[in-house]
C-alpha cells in the first residue's frame, strides 16, 4: 500500500513557519522589552501594540521589499523551497550568486516520495505540528462548550440595585447594547462573557451585601472596558494563534505577555473615572474572598491568575491623572514592529510569479520529451546525499529542438564542466532562462532570440548521464518553478 503524499502537509507546514516564524521571532522580543521599558507608564498603548502583533499574524503574506528576515534561516529555507508553490518567499539575488547546479541523474521516484526520503526529520515535524493543533483545537472547543453549558445554567442576578449600578456604568462607558447580570459557580471572580450578547458573570458566592456601591462601580466598569474593547474577541484570536504556532515557544510567551498587557491596560482606563484607593482596595478585597472555581485564561475578569496582580497592583498604586505618558519608547517599538511585519512573512503567489511588464508576453515549452523531475524534486548526486532541483528535468531524443521560451537576449551560450553546452537568455521583469546540456548551441552571446525559436538541440553533455534537458527559470536571481508561466502537460503524457 503507498504512503498518503507528504508534499500537501510540508506545504502547510511551511508556509505556516515562513508566514509567520520570523515575525514571531522578533516581535515577541520586542515587545517584551518596549512593555518593561514603558509599559506601566502606558499600558494602554503597550496593549495596542500586543493587538497589531495579533493582527500581523492574521496575514500571510507581506509586501515585497526584496529582503525578509527569513533569510537567516538559510538551511530550514532550503528544504522548505520544493514547497513554495502556495507561497513563496524572494531571496535577494546577492545569496544565490554563482548558484550551482545538480548533475544531472535520472530519477525514478515521485516528488512526493523524494520529499520525503530526503527530509524525513522536516515530514516527521510538520506531522506531530499538525496533530499538536489537531488536539489542542479540539480541547479548545470542548472546553468553550463546557463553559457554555454552565452559563447557560446560570441564575440572573434580579437585586434591583445591582442592575442599577450596572446600567448606571454602562451609561457611563457610552455602552448602548444591554449587558446582562448572572451568577455562576463556573467562575472565580467577576468576569466576562459573550460577544454578541454579552454577560458579567458574578461567583455564587459574592453577596450584594460583600461589596459596597463604589466597589461595585469599580467591578462593573472593569468588565465594561473589557466589553467596549470587544477583548473577548481579541483573546479568542490569540487562542487561535497559540493552538495554530504551539511549536513555537515564543508564542506561549505572547498568549500570556498579551492578556496581562490587557488588564493592565484596563486598569488604566478604569483609573481614569475612579478613585485608584477604592479600586485598588476592591481588587485585593475580591481576593481575600478566594472563591473555588477554576480560573479562566482566556477569559476577562477582574484579577485573573494571582502570578499577575503583584505587577497590577504596582501599577494602580503608582498611577497619577495628569502625569505625561511614557509614549516615546513605544512608538519606536511600534515602529520597529511594523518593519518586522513587513520585512517577515511571504509574498502571495500572485504578487511573486513572474509577471511582464505590458501583460502580453507569453511563454512556450522549451522542448518536447518526457518530464522525469519536476522542480523542487528531491534529486540523488551520490549514494547517500540528495539535493533538491533547481529546475526542472525533459528526457527525449537526442537532437530534439530546444526553443526559447520568451523573447530575450543571449546572456551566455557556451560549454560548462558540470552543464555541458549551456545557454542563459534574459526576459522581461527580471526572467531568465537556462537550459543545458544541449547537443549544441545555435546562439551566441549577445543575439537577440524570439520566442520559439531554435536555440540548440537536446543531448547529454557534461556531467549527465543520458539524454535530457535541464531547464530553470529564475526571477532576480532566485529559481521559481517552471510550471507556474509554462503548461507542462504535455511533458507529463
Known sequence: MSLPSSEPLIRLFASVVLSAGPFILVGV??????????????????????????????IPWAPDTGYDLGNVLPQVTEHLRPYQTVISVDTPASAVAGESRWPALPVAESAAEAGRSDSPWLYGIAAAWLAGVAVLAVLSVAAGRARAREIRSSVPVEERRLVDLLDDCRMRLGIRRPVGLVRSGSVSSPSLYGLRKPLIVLPTGLAPEALDDGEWTCVFLHELVHCRRRDIAWNAAMRALVVLHW???FMWLAGSRMREAQEAA??????????????????????EM?????????????????????RRMVM??????????????LLLAGIALLAAAVFTGVRADAESSPKPADGNVAYT???????RVAFGQA?????????ISEGIRITGEEGTPVYAVADGAVLEAGYDKSDGNRVTIGH??????????LEKLEVKKGEQVKRGQRIGTMGSTGASTGTQLFFELLKDGVPIDPAGVLDLAPLRK
Do not use: M
Not at 316 to 329: L, N
Not at 428 to 437: E, F, T, V
Open 266 to 287: 484596563c486598569d488604566a482606563r478604569v483609573l481614569a473615572l475612579a478613585d485608584k484607593e477604592r479600586y485598588g482596595g476592591t481588587v485585593l478585597k475580591l481576593l
Open 365 to 371: 515549452l522549451p522542448t518536447a520529451g518526457k518530464l
Open 290 to 310: 478566594r472563591f473555588s472555581a477554576p480560573v479562566r485564561t482566556f477569559s476577562p475578569s477582574l484579577f485573573g491568575p494571582r502570578n499577575r496582580l503583584k
Open 379 to 387: 534529486v540523488p548526486v551520490s549514494r547517500t546525499e540528495k539535493k
Open 247 to 249: 511549536i513555537n515557544p
Open 316 to 329: 494602580i498604586a503608582s498611577h497619577k491623572p495628569g502625569k505625561k505618558k511614557a509614549v516615546f519608547p
Open 29 to 58: 522580543p520586542l515587545l517584551l522589552l518596549a512593555d518593561r521599558a514603558a509599559g506601566r507608564k502606558n499600558p494602554r498603548l503597550t496593549y495596542g501594540l500586543w493587538l497589531l502583533f495579533a493582527a500581523r499574524l492574521f
Open 428 to 437: 522581461a521583469d527580471g526572467i531568465r532562462s537556462y537550459s543545458a546540456h
